[in-house]
């Protein structure tokens, strides 16, 4: 039954034109009454809550559970969090989390790495969805305004999200319009490069009780960059209502689009060596992209959440949703080595095409208390799927011009002769679907047992152009066990593991598929919980230990002579830390410092163990803090931070094949200032990379840019009566 809702889009979208009809039907009833009507009076939004974290999450398990008791490391960047630092992209907050390093093929392809493996897990409100469509990991480019803050749960989440590698869970929180007065703010920016942003946040009650209330968030940004003839521009348009049924049932109906317009984007990276083997010494904006390339990115997602307190301490959730992702893009390429002297031998390759991305998503399950040896225990028992479909197509085109000198590129080529119609590349459906059930089991005073399992089944058909008809289909039982020791009432003590399910779609250079990823994750730490959870602390070792991980083959390619090709490694193991601390040191300073390390390796050829990845720094170093002045200088907030990566190097293709090109430890440092006029008025300035830190971001694709320069950007925010 499941799977049968998920697959059909109009059953799907009847049931979400029936939730949507039940808040009209509310703001009418009330609309029609003739009883006299008096409006509550307007009041300000006070100041949101200095606060670095949160109380409580089921990211990891389902279960309602404060950081302390969750027996996996979990970062939580909040709303004050990502003000105070500008983070007004998803990259940008990933770039800022506690043991998450990005790196990308390109300005629009960003990939997130977590424990030396990639990002792929993505959630809204708790229900997985299906990552990036450009990347295959966290889509870097949303923005982050309409959310409530970022969760990343770091380690295995096959409890939850089924399929998925060990690295990381990301569960973007949406606002919700849970404010029974009016309540709107609206904030303006400028910063480096011309770049401008506009956003405001309405929230308002839609009947005189306000049982039914509705929120509006709106964005617009566009503006250059430190690389040459880029440019982008970006609308976000969320709104949400929020309906109280009864006492005891809530529904809240809700829609996101998200638009992105980027100009001047590469594909890929640009020549690193010249035809002698030398090292070409680019300026830090220089770019391969032409200058009519562009890659234009939509995202829009419905959903209807409806829960329902059984007054028991029982709650019933119910969750569907539809995402739809769209990417039009013409791109330039370029292989090859220049000559020094003449800048002769590079060769082009152009693209256009279209990407189509739909998915249903469905997640039901109930959570409660229950009694059993005289203790009072919690479960929570579920069911979830999803139907995802991926369909491709590339217009062919005429023969390109040659590139004379490379060494003289400015992106003044002509625009190849495409075909008005595509043909089709790719098309690929997954279907994924699953039972699950969690129980905290309260077996001593200080002894706490979190347990589950998932059973999780996974199909997967796809019709390649290059690499032809694949059919695989996987099914298995996840299990999840967390044990938690309370030492004291402030700290805890807890060990978990957890095993791992990933079937990929990477491929030999023979064009075969490499079977799923398996294997198991161990976390043990200690974790603390202070100032009555204001302030929360963990110190996290981990061991991760997979098979068929899948290592870029790298100068190999599938058949069509542009797709990277991938070897399976077995016995790949990861092990290091994670250690954090995050909230409220005082009433008047917020702060997080995250340290993580880790170190992978595998079986290599010989059958010793060999590093892999090794263009990911092992270790990393978040550090972010804000202070308000005491006294008469209580409107003035001062903070900054320092991100800290070690060194790494990767293989680049060469004219003699790889070489490797080494990157020297980075240390990048932020400032913020804010002033308050008023209640209602405050005018901040964020800086980034204050000392200019001129570096690049590695990969194992042989790609590399240099990271952007030191930026500023200046934001006035205005808090409406």
Request: hydrophobic letters at 35%; charged letters at 20%.
């Amino acid at each position: 039954m499941l799977e049968r809702l998920i697959s059909r889009p109009r059953l799907f979208s009847l049931a979400i034109g029936l939730a949507l009809s039940v808040p009209a039907a509310a703001q009418s009833q009330s609309s029609t009454s003739d009883t006299p009507t008096t409006l509550d009076a307007v009041k300000v939004r006070g100041q949101r809550t200095s606060n670095y974290t949160v109380d409580q999450t089921a990211v990891a398990t389902r279960l309602p559970l404060s950081l302390q008791d969750t027996p996996q490391s979990v970062s939580v960047i909040t709303e004050q969090r990502i003000e105070d630092q500008n983070l007004t992209s998803v990259r940008s907050v990933l770039d800022n989390t506690t043991g998450v390093f990005s790196s990308a093929y390109d300005t629009e392809r960003v990939v997130f790495y977590a424990r030396g493996f990639q990002i792929e897990n993505m959630a809204y409100d708790g229900v997985p969805v299906a990552p990036g469509i450009n990347a295959g990991s966290a889509d870097g480019s949303l923005d982050t305004s309409i959310y409530d803050r970022i969760e990343v749960v770091r380690g295995a989440s096959g409890l939850l999200s089924g399929a998925g590698s060990p690295s990381a869970l990301i569960n973007f929180v949406r606002k919700h319009a849970d404010s029974r007065t009016l309540q709107a703010d609206a904030t303006v920016s400028y910063g480096s490069y011309n770049t401008q942003r506009e956003s405001v946040d309405v929230s308002a009650p839609l009947n005189d009780s306000g049982s039914v209330r509705g929120r509006v968030v709106a964005t617009h940004e566009q503006g250059n960059s430190y690389l040459d003839r880029y440019s982008s521009k970006k609308d976000v348009l969320y709104g949400v209502v929020d309906a109280d049924l009864g006492e005891n049932t809530t529904l809240s109906v809700g829609f996101d689009w998200q638009k992105s317009k980027p100009k001047g984007v590469t594909w890929g990276s640009y020549p690193v060596f010249y035809d002698d083997g030398g090292l070409i010494q680019w300026r830090r904006g220089f770019t391969s992209a032409a200058d009519w390339t562009r890659w234009t990115n939509t995202t829009k997602t419905g959903f209807i959440d409806l829960k329902h307190d059984f007054g028991n301490g029982w709650q019933g959730h119910a969750m569907a949703s539809h995402r739809e992702t769209q990417g039009d893009s013409q791109l330039f390429y370029v292989y090859g080595f220049p000559n020094r002297e003449t800048g002769a031998g590079v060769d082009p390759y152009a693209y256009q095409g279209r990407d189509r991305g739909r998915q249903n998503m469905l997640d039901l399950y109930a959570s409660g208390p229950f009694e059993a040896f005289g203790r009072e225990h919690e479960l929570v028992v579920g069911a979830s799927g999803s139907h995802y479909t991926k369909d491709s197509t590339e217009n062919a085109h005429g023969d390109l011009p040659p590139i004379d000198n490379f060494l003289a590129w400015n992106g003044d080529y002509p625009f190849p002769d495409f075909a008005s119609t595509g043909d089709r590349a790719n098309l690929a459906r997954t279907v994924q679907s699953g039972l699950y059930v969690a129980t905290r089991l309260q077996l001593a005073d200080p002894l706490k047992l979190v347990a589950g399992a998932r059973y999780a089944r996974w199909k997967n058909d796809t019709n390649d152009a290059s690499a032809g008809i694949y059919h695989q289909k996987d099914s298995k039982t996840i299990p999840y066990a967390g044990l938690i020791y309370e030492i004291n009432p402030t700290y805890s003590a807890f060990a978990s593991y957890t095993e791992i399910f990933d079937p990929q779609d990477n491929r030999r250079a023979d064009g075969s598929f490499l079977e799923p990823m398996t294997g198991s994750s161990r976390e043990v730490g200690i974790k603390g919980r202070h100032f009555d959870g204001l302030l929360n602390t963990s110190l996290t070792f981990f061991e991760t230990r997979q098979d068929n991980v899948a290592e870029a083959a790298v100068g190999q390619f599938l058949p069509d002579g542009r797709t990277q090709a991938y070897n399976p490694v077995n016995g790949t193991r990861s092990r290091g830390f994670e250690a954090e601390v995050s909230g409220q040191l005082s009433d008047t300073w917020n702060g997080t410092l995250g340290w993580s390390h880790f170190n992978i390796k595998g079986l290599g050829d010989d059958g010793t163990m060999t590093a892999l990845r090794t263009a990911l720094p092992r270790t990393l170093v978040r550090l972010f803090t804000t202070y308000t002045l005491p006294g008469s200088w209580n409107h003035v907030t001062v903070g900054g931070g320092a991100n800290w990566q070690s060194a790494s190097h990767a293989p680049v293709d060469g004219p003699d094949g790889p070489q490797t090109v080494n990157q020297s430890s980075v240390m990048l440092v932020s400032a913020m200032a804010k002033y308050a006029f008023s209640p209602q008025a405050s005018l901040q300035l964020n800086a980034d990379n204050l000392l200019n830190r001129k570096y690049f971001v590695l990969d194992e694709y042989s790609n590399l840019y240099y990271a952007a320069p030191h930026t500023a950007t200046l934001t006035f925010n205005y808090k409406f009566l």
